[in-house]
């Protein structure tokens, strides 16, 4: 059974950062491409980062580029996305998502395991 942890949500002032993590059991994480996407109160799940199988290449949705970073430590099993400069408008759920068969596609990756989310808060 594939289970993904997230963490590291919180409330912060606007302009303020936070790293958010995700640990996985039963699911390897050199073998698939993971992401981040997150939910705002009446809005739909959308796609925030991905990261391809091998780390070596990253996609980001166009209102995060410049401020979010998306990384993967293989040895840890354990997934990053480092938020900076947040916004207001950054307050949602966010959650962990890992590749696998008959996925949901987005940012190059079929995403099949979600995680139960952390919330971030970012208040002006």
């Known amino acids: 059974t594939v289970q993904l942890v997230e963490s590291g949500g919180g409330s912060v002032q606007a302009g303020g950062s936070l790293r958010l993590s995700c640990a996985a059991s039963g699911y390897t994480y050199e073998r698939g491409c993971m992401g981040w996407f997150r939910q705002a109160p009446g809005k739909e799940r959308e796609g925030v980062a991905a990261?391809?199988?091998?780390?070596?290449?990253?996609y980001y949705a166009d209102s995060v580029k410049g401020r979010f970073t998306i990384s993967k430590d293989n040895a840890k099993n354990t997934l990053y996305l480092q938020v900076n400069s947040l916004k207001p408008e950054d307050t949602a759920m966010y959650y962990c998502a890992a590749g696998g068969p008959g996925g949901i596609l987005w940012g190059g990756c079929a995403y099949y395991y979600w995680g139960q989310g952390t919330q971030v808060t970012v208040s002006s």
């Open positions: 990261i391809s199988t091998g780390g070596g290449s990253t």
